[in-house]
C-alpha cells in the first residue's frame, strides 16, 4: 500500500486508540495534550517514512513513537511530579520510567471508558456526540459539521466549551457504576449509530460506503455487548442494525465502485452469516422490556435482507416505519417511509404524502420524487432529478442521478 494512502487509513485506525489510552493515562483534563501527541506522532510519519520506507509494522511503529511522545511531553509539563507522582509514591524507588499501555485489552478499556466518560450530562447531548466523534472516532471537524448540519466554527466552539466543562467537572474517565450506565448509555448508542451512518450513508467524502468507519462502529458497540453491565436489549438491537446492513457491502457497489441501488443488488452477494448473527441479536434484543428506536430500525433492515417484492414485506415494513415516526419522527424516516408506501398503495398515493414533507433542501426528497414520478409525469420526474442533482454532495450521488434522467430520456 502506497504511503499516500496508508497514513490516512491508519490515522482513521490508530489516532483514536492512541488519544483514549493517553487521556486515560492524563486524565481528562489534559485531554488536548493527548490530542496533541496522536496527531505529532502521525507528523513524525510524515516526516520520516518517505525517506526510510514504511516500517514492518505500521502501527507498532507509531504506538513506539506515541509512547516516546508522553514520556517526553510527562517530563516536560512536569506532570508526573503534580498528576502521578502522587499516586504512585510507593513505587518511585523500584522505578522512575512512567509505562504507557498500548496492549489490545488496554486500548479496548481505555475507549470503552473514555466513551462513556465523554457522554457525561455536564454537556449538552450534542456537545458529547461530537466530542465522541472527534477523540473516538477520528473524525475530522468537517465531517462532524456534515453530521450535524451546522459550520465548522459551531463545531469548534461546542467541542471547545465541552472539554473545558470536562475539565471544571474533573470527570473520572471509568465505567459508570448502576443508574448512572443508563444516564449515559442513549448518548453513546446515538454516537454509535452516527458513526455507521456515516460509513453506510458517506456524504464527507466521495465514496459510495466508508467500511472503516462501519467496522469501528460494530467493534465499539460489539464491545458493549461483551461487558455484563452494557449487554441490554437496545444495544443488541442496534448491533443487529449494523450487521444487517453490514451484510450487503458487496452488493451495494459494483466493480467500478458506483453505488448499487437495493432493488438492483445481487442477493447472492449478500453475506449471509453476518444476515445470521443479526437475526441473533435481534432476537437477543427482545428480552426485558426495553423496546428502542433500535428495535425497529433492525426490523426494518431484516425484512430488507429477504429478497422478494411481495406485498407482505413491503405491508410489514410500512407498519414498522409508522411505529417508528410515532416514537421518534425523523423527516429521514418519513421520507423512507413514502417509497415504502409506493410499494403498498402504489406511486400516486405516494406522492401525495411525500410533497407534504416539503423537504426542499434535501437531495433524496427530490431523488424519491423524481423515481415516483417516472413513468406517470416523466417531465416532473427530469425536474426532480435536477433538483436533486443540483443538492448532491457526493460523486456517486449524481452519478445515478444522471442514470435515472439518461433512463427517462430513452424512453
Not at 397 to 403: G, L, T
Amino acid at each position: 500500500m502506497q504511503q499516500q494512502e496508508l497514513i490516512p487509513r491508519l490515522f482513521r485506525t490508530e489516532f483514536r486508540k492512541i488519544t483514549a489510552v493517553l487521556c486515560r493515562h492524563f486524565g481528562i483534563e489534559h485531554i488536548e495534550i493527548a490530542e496533541d501527541i496522536a496527531s505529532e506522532t502521525f507528523l513524525s510519519a510524515l516526516e520520516t517514512w518517505p525517506y526510510k520506507g514504511i516500517p514492518d509494522n505500521p502501527a507498532a511503529w507509531l504506538y513506539a513513537v506515541a509512547k516516546n511522545k508522553a514520556k517526553n511531553s510527562i517530563k516536560r509539563h512536569d506532570l508526573f511530579k503534580q498528576k502521578i507522582a502522587s499516586q504512585v509514591k510507593s513505587e518511585l524507588s523500584k522505578t522512575e520510567e512512567v509505562e504507557i499501555d498500548l496492549s489490545e485489552k488496554n486500548i479496548q478499556d481505555s475507549q470503552l471508558q473514555m466513551l462513556f466518560a465523554i457522554c457525561n450530562p455536564a454537556i449538552p447531548t450534542e456537545a458529547q456526540i461530537g466530542l465522541a466523534l472527534r477523540i473516538l472516532c477520528g473524525f475530522g471537524i468537517d465531517e462532524i459539521a456534515t453530521a450535524f448540519l451546522t459550520s465548522k466554527e459551531t463545531i469548534n466552539k461546542r467541542l471547545f466549551r465541552a472539554r473545558e466543562k470536562l475539565r471544571d467537572e474533573k470527570v473520572l474517565i471509568e465505567f459508570p457504576f448502576g443508574g448512572e450506565i443508563n444516564n449515559r448509555l442513549e448518548t453513546v448508542l446515538m454516537t454509535l449509530y452516527l458513526l455507521f451512518s456515516e460509513g453506510y450513508y458517506s456524504e464527507s467524502n466521495d465514496m459510495v460506503m466508508r467500511e472503516d468507519l462501519c467496522m469501528e462502529a460494530k467493534r465499539l458497540t460489539y464491545l458493549l455487548i461483551e461487558n455484563e453491565q452494557t449487554n441490554l436489549p437496545q444495544v443488541n438491537a442496534l448491533f443487529a442494525l449494523m450487521c444487517f446492513h453490514s451484510s450487503r457491502f458487496e452488493a451495494r457497489k459494483n466493480k467500478n465502485g458506483e453505488l448499487v441501488l437495493y432493488e438492483d443488488q445481487d442477493e447472492s452477494l449478500w453475506d449471509q452469516d453476518l444476515i445470521a448473527k443479526g437475526s441473533y441479536h435481534l432476537h437477543q434484543s427482545s428480552q426485558g422490556n426495553k423496546f428502542s428506536k433500535y428495535h425497529l430500525e433492525a426490523s426494518i433492515a431484516y425484512w430488507h435482507t429477504i429478497k422478494n417484492d411481495t406485498k407482505e414485506k413491503w405491508s410489514s415494513i410500512l407498519q414498522l416505519y409508522n411505529h417508528l415516526l410515532a416514537k421518534e419522527y425523523s423527516p429521514i424516516a418519513a421520507l423512507n417511509r413514502t417509497y415504502v408506501l409506493s410499494k403498498v398503495y402504489g406511486k400516486q398515493k405516494a406522492i401525495s404524502e411525500a410533497e407534504k414533507l416539503c423537504l426542499e433542501n434535501n437531495q433524496y426528497y427530490y431523488s424519491l420524487l423524481g423515481e415516483l414520478y417516472t413513468d406517470i409525469d416523466n417531465v416532473k420526474a427530469i425536474q426532480n432529478f435536477q433538483k436533486a442533482f443540483l443538492l448532491a454532495k457526493t460523486s456517486p450521488d449524481r452519478k445515478i442521478i444522471e442514470k435515472k434522467i439518461h433512463s427517462i430520456f430513452q424512453k
